[in-house]
């Protein structure tokens, strides 16, 4: 089972350069989200989508933009890079929001933002 | 508002003896309350969760945590630590009055195992 992929696994960009950060999942989850994990901070929420066609923001969604048209894809796009947003991303599905609903993890990627 | 407060951002223990991570919530309403573990260079995986059922949940690898409610405690325990057992622990709390998710994470605690 692949489970939740994300891609690249690391990325250097130099400030003011855009790009997307890719996510798919396999197991047919309605849920999808974005997290930033930072030292120190845990992991912070930057967009989530309930279902193909439905996005929301998170906790820390300025400077990134999100899309969910069909289930299995939630890629991230940063649309002019900045140091601030070097980080490490995490893209999670689930069959459920919130309440009761296992998140199933990617592996993460790596963005460092010079 | 919910939050969550892992009293420890590191422990140490030796390889064979007893792992306590602390987890301390609060929450408004009956909330779900989770563990993660993040191994170096991973994702999170799931160790075990509670969802209002029994208050002493088993999770994977021998860990296990007791939800009580009069203390808003979820402590992570396991009886003998292992080497593989070196990674990022989060404890996260579910609610309704959470995150816009409804989840809210710890800032995790890096458990260390000396041989």
């Known amino acids: 089972n692949a489970g939740v992929t994300q891609t690249p696994k690391f990325q250097v960009l130099k400030t003011g350069q855009s790009m997307t950060l890719q996510c798919a999942q396999d197991?047919?989850?309605?849920?999808m989200s974005w997290y930033r994990q930072d030292p120190g901070m845990g992991l912070r929420l930057i967009h989530y989508?309930?279902?193909?066609?439905?996005?929301d923001q998170g906790e820390v969604p300025n400077g990134y933009n999100v899309s969910r048209s069909t289930t299995e894809d939630f890629p991230l796009r940063l649309l002019s890079a900045a140091p601030s947003q070097t980080s490490v991303y995490f893209c999670a599905s689930s069959y459920s929001r919130g309440n009761t609903g296992e998140l199933f993890f990617g592996e993460g990627s790596r963005l460092t933002v010079l | 508002a919910q939050s969550v407060t892992q009293l420890d951002s590191h422990v140490s223990v030796s390889e064979g003896t007893p792992v306590l991570l602390r987890c301390n919530y609060s929450s408004s309403y009956s909330p779900s309350l989770f563990w993660y573990v993040q191994h170096p260079n991973k994702g999170l995986q799931l160790l075990l969760k509670?969802?209002?059922?029994?208050?002493l949940v088993k999770g994977i690898n021998g860990f296990e945590a007791e939800f009580k409610k009069s203390e808003t405690s979820f402590h992570l325990t396991k009886p003998s630590a292992h080497m593989s057992d070196a990674a990022e622990y989060f404890c996260?709390?579910?609610?309704?009055?959470?995150?816009?998710?409804?989840?809210?994470f710890g800032k995790g605690t890096h458990l260390i195992i000396q041989p």
């Open positions: 197991m047919n989850h309605e849920y």
């Open positions: 509670y969802t209002s059922a029994a208050t």
């Open positions: 989508s309930v279902g193909a066609g439905i996005t």
């Open positions: 996260v709390v579910s609610d309704l009055g959470g995150g816009a998710d409804g989840l809210t």
